[in-house]
């Protein structure tokens, strides 16, 4: 091991990452993973939680990944010290809430810190040019490597012929001639590169792999900011934000209204943390209602629990009100009062 160099590569649980720490080790290299745990990530979470999605494996991808390689994976929390990229990223949003480039620059910073301590050598990623819009560009790769103070430690394997060689290179501890040139949003590559590898099981590519990048997540993050007057957030908010329908009837409070079984489930757990209604006349959602609800917003509330039950068509509905005190009562409503207006309440 003395004699081997080391190189720490970002896994994320998808192919990219999959194939540049593959073909890193093809080269005699000793790799070890690194997932970085922000609170947004998408896999591994809402499709373990939801029935529409049972027939997806309910695994951790990045861990998964890490077993195929044969690598050990590192996995580090930065929650708290990720806020400042959402709240404030240097380099701007993408469409939507995704602090793309500066997200980038902070992991590999994060990764370079870690390679310091444990003596690694240098960095590798999946990213190739030309595939995403924000931090996957040739103008935006020396940005990350500078700005994380990566600099020439940084490889990146799959578009390596694209870029000026790196340190590794230069010192002959890998041939740039087994890197590749990859480029631009087309899959073909990495498929053909997965078959040459014998990798026939992967995470199939599902729009990135973070929920800052979906529209209506953002919308939904970008609501709770507004409503509460500060750009702030703990980790419940944002695990919150990706389970249910968000309705908000009034600026002072929200509806999150569990869409299937696996969802009521989840939402069990924050039960304790808010005023909640379920039907029990009929079959129907968990909901938690988030601010600080009137007498006559929490009648409104549970005509809207019912309209999204088993009961929706019959006239009259019980639902149980729990309040944050313990205090629960009945409530008999009729769910087709809330039809009419039901529709512009979506966060």
């Not at 990045?62 to 195929?68: G, H, P, S």
């Not at 580090?76 to 990223?89: A, F, G, S």
């Not at 040739?138 to 490889?155: F, H």
């Not at 489930?265 to 988030?290: C, K, M, T, W």
Request: hydrophobic share 40%.
């Amino acid at each position: 091991m003395n004699n081997i160099r080391k190189a720490v590569a970002l896994i994320s649980g998808g192919l990219d990452s999959m194939l540049a720490a593959k073909t890193i080790m093809a080269q005699g290299i000793h790799v070890e993973g690194i997932n970085f745990y922000t609170g947004f990530c998408v896999e591994g979470h809402t499709h373990a939680i939801r029935n529409k999605d049972q027939a997806k494996p309910k695994r951790n991808n990045a861990l998964w990944v890490a077993e195929q390689l044969g690598i050990k994976l590192h996995i580090i929390d930065i929650v708290e010290e990720y806020k400042q990229i959402v709240l404030k990223p240097k380099h701007g949003y993408g469409a939507h809430l995704n602090p793309c480039l500066d997200c980038k620059i902070f992991m590999v910073k994060k990764a370079r810190e870690w390679m310091e301590e444990n003596n690694f050598d240098f960095i590798i990623t999946g990213e190739v040019i030309g595939q995403r819009p924000k931090s996957q560009r040739k103008v935006t790769m020396p940005i990350v490597a500078e700005q994380s103070g990566a600099n020439e430690r940084l490889l990146r394997p799959l578009c390596a012929k694209n870029l000026a060689p790196t340190l590794p290179e230069w010192e002959g501890w890998v041939q740039r001639e087994l890197l590749h040139n990859f480029s631009g949003r087309s899959r073909t590559p990495q498929f053909a590169l997965a078959k040459q590898f014998a990798i026939e099981d992967f995470a199939q590519p599902a729009g990135g792999c973070c929920f800052l990048t979906n529209e209506h997540y953002s919308a939904k993050l970008a609501d709770l900011w507004k409503t509460r007057g500060k750009r702030e957030y703990e980790l419940d908010d944002i695990m919150l934000l990706k389970i249910g329908r968000h309705l908000r009837p009034a600026p002072h409070f929200k509806l999150i209204i569990g869409r299937d079984e696996g969802e009521n489930n989840f939402l069990e757990g924050y039960r304790s943390q808010f005023v909640n209604l379920r039907p029990i006349s009929h079959v129907g959602s968990l909901a938690l209602i988030d601010g600080e609800p009137t007498a006559e917003d929490i009648y409104l509330a549970a005509q809207i629990v019912a309209r999204y039950g088993a009961g929706r068509t019959e006239n009259k509905v019980t639902i149980e009100v729990n309040s944050q005190g313990g205090a629960t009562w009945p409530l008999e409503v009729t769910p087709m009062a809330a039809n009419a207006i039901l529709q512009q309440w979506y966060v």
